[in-house]
């Protein structure tokens, strides 16, 4: 019997799909969805959303999904029309908290 090839166990475009499908409907839910140019699934650990041009966000993964998108609405519904710049709500670096890191 000759060797069996190895195959890499990874995500597959259809967990990627199903995890786009969840955030937008959560977005949806959050009435935040149509300000969002963009989701990418690429990383499930690392989900980026980009908002009205002015946001890069850092999802994280879909942990707290519901809570990361309500702390989002809270966080941009605060923020002035001029401010724009990476907003982080994947609680992994800030517990707890929305950092902001304006853009240069």
Known sequence: DPEAPTLAVGVTGAQRLQTAILVLQTLGSNSISGQIDSVDVTNLKAIELWYDERFQIN??????????????????????????????VSFTNWVDKVGYTPFT
């Open 59 to 88: 999802l994280g993964d879909t942990m707290q999904l519901d809570y990361k998108i309500s702390a989002l609405r809270a966080t941009v519904d605060r923020m002035e029309a001029y401010e724009s710049g990476h907003l982080d």
